[in-house]
């Protein structure tokens, strides 16, 4: 069984309140609605230093910069749908 994909929501201050309050809702419903448990680590995270760039969202440590949640459900679906 191959390992579970990394998805890491930045949860410091600047990031939660430009949009990740609401993407950790959006992400976690998809997971729930796919039925992706068994393939990802969906976790929170500090700071990491790119707040210009934020929302930042990275998976499997590619980082996206300015996601929304349009975004984000683009970025789960290339993922965990192709
Ligand atoms: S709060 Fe997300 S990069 Fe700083």
Redesign the pocket.
Known sequence: MSSKIEVVI?L????FARGNKNLLKTITQYIKDYNLHDRVCFHGAH?????AD?P?LKVDNTMHTHVDEVKAIEILDRTFQS
């Open positions: 930045c410091g201050s600047s990031c700071c990491i230093g790119e707040c934020g930042i």
